[in-house]
């Protein structure tokens, strides 16, 4: 089990490496969003494993990562909590970006395909623009941050940071309904009762999730996307009520080399509800020996 260790503050990142092929010569890093484990990108991996080499790390505070949140902290009431962990004592999107490097470095890998979602993206944004193993950048459903940017609706901010009574399941069950469109959760029931599972076994705890939202809140590279230098796809979904289509639009205006990519009806989690769809886009992406910006 692959284990990688971020020296600027000695927080330990697992990962899993995914690949059919034992030559295969490109490596592609899959990078989740906020509070979700590596089930997240369960249709990629498998899509991609036959032809790339697949790393796919926890977010530090995530699955076996470590939380980086002091115990002292961590055992705090909610109410003293979470404005402490969504404030001062936050992760940083830097940070996390930081520990993709660790990963890749690890991992012996000199240059590799990135490909973020929400909050992954945002963390992907900030790894090309730190860093120099990115190859191209792959941006699903997702911002840029800052002023400009379209924020969560007010609506779902408050079901998302809900915490109704009933049991854990019933707590993820609620915080799934926005991220998920509504026809496919009712199509699907006994997948959702799998993501359920997953989620409970992979997750960030609380204390983690409300740090990784504290990163990715004051998250903004709005004025720094003109730098960016490797060819980016940004994929998106019009019904997206966590982070609204307007976003993606905004990011292939400001990324020089980028293509935009648009599935209608698409959700916040399109490429688990429209995989075939992402996984097709990604894989003609990802093949391309010449890339031009569409």
Request: charged fraction near 30%.
């Amino acid at each position: 089990m692959p284990w990688a260790t971020n020296d600027d503050d000695g927080v330990t990142i697992y990962y899993e490496r995914d690949s059919d092929d034992e030559g295969a010569s490109e490596a592609v890093v899959l990078i989740q969003g906020l509070g979700y484990g590596r089930w997240m990108w369960r249709w990629q991996r498998e899509a991609l494993a036959n032809e790339f080499d697949v790393i796919a790390p926890d977010n530090r505070g995530t699955g076996r990562s470590d939380v980086a949140i002091s115990g002292l902290l961590r055992k705090l009431p909610k109410r003293v909590r979470s404005p402490l962990l969504t404030g001062r004592f936050s992760y940083t999107i830097d940070e996390m970006a930081a520990d993709v490097e660790a990963v890749l470095d690890d991992a012996g890998i000199r240059e590799a395909h990135v490909v973020g979602a929400s909050m992954g993206g945002m963390i992907a944004q900030r790894y090309a623009l730190e860093y120099t193993r990115a190859k191209s950048l792959t941006l699903c459903c997702t911002t840029h941050g800052g002023p400009d940017a379209v924020p969560l609706p007010e609506e779902t901010r408050e079901t998302l940071l809900e915490t109704p009574g009933g049991s854990e399941r019933q707590r993820l069950r609620h915080r799934m309904r926005p991220v998920f469109d509504d026809r496919f959760t009712n199509r699907n029931p006994h997948l959702m009762d799998r993501l359920i599972e997953w989620q409970l076994e992979q997750d960030a705890s609380e204390p983690a999730r409300e740090a990784q939202l504290g990163a990715a809140s004051t998250f903004d590279v709005s004025d720094r996307l003109g730098r960016l230098r490797v060819p980016t796809l940004i994929l998106h979904g019009t019904d997206d009520r966590i982070v609204p289509v307007e976003n993606a639009r905004l990011l292939h205006e400001r990324i020089p080399d980028s293509r935009l990519e648009i599935v209608d009806g698409g959700s916040h989690m399109f490429f688990l509800e429209d995989a075939d769809i992402v996984n097709d886009h990604l894989r003609e992406f990802l093949r391309a020996d010449e890339r031009v910006v569409q």
